[in-house]
């Protein structure tokens, strides 16, 4: 059973620091690529940051470069999205989401996804 479970997040004042996780199990292979997702209430999903699991090859959303890193601990099977400077427009449910293939921004490529985790950002 495939399974993504996110964990890490909470709430922090502006320009704080949190570290997200997600712990990938049971896959049969094929993952290649690892993304992080986040939803506000009353808007679309939109990406945050890729990784390639095979190239360990990132991208970044450009309202987050700079601050957000996407990494990987691959005996692990986790990936992280540590987010720095904080801000509260970056409140949200942050999910984790994996696919085969090239990394996309487009959430609907995106086979597998995680519960999600609340990112609360207060002024």
């Known amino acids: 059973q495939v399974q993504l479970e996110e964990s890490g997040g909470g709430s922090v004042q502006a320009g704080g620091s949190l570290r997200l996780s997600c712990v990938a199990s049971?896959?049969?292979?094929?993952?290649?690529?690892m993304a992080w997702f986040r939803q506000a209430p009353g808007k679309e999903r939109e990406g945050v940051a890729l990784i390639n699991i095979v190239t360990n090859r990132t991208a970044y959303a450009d309202s987050v470069k700079g601050r957000f890193t996407i990494s990987q601990d691959n005996p692990k099977n986790t990936v992280y999205l540590q987010m720095n400077s904080l801000k509260p427009e970056n409140t949200a449910m942050y999910y984790c989401?994996?696919?085969?293939?090239?990394?996309?921004?487009?959430?609907?490529?995106?086979?597998?996804w995680g519960q999600g985790t609340q990112v609360t950002v207060s002024s």
């Open positions: 049971g896959f049969p292979g094929g993952r290649t690529c």
């Open positions: 989401a994996a696919r085969g293939g090239g990394c996309q921004w487009y959430a609907e490529r995106y086979n597998f």
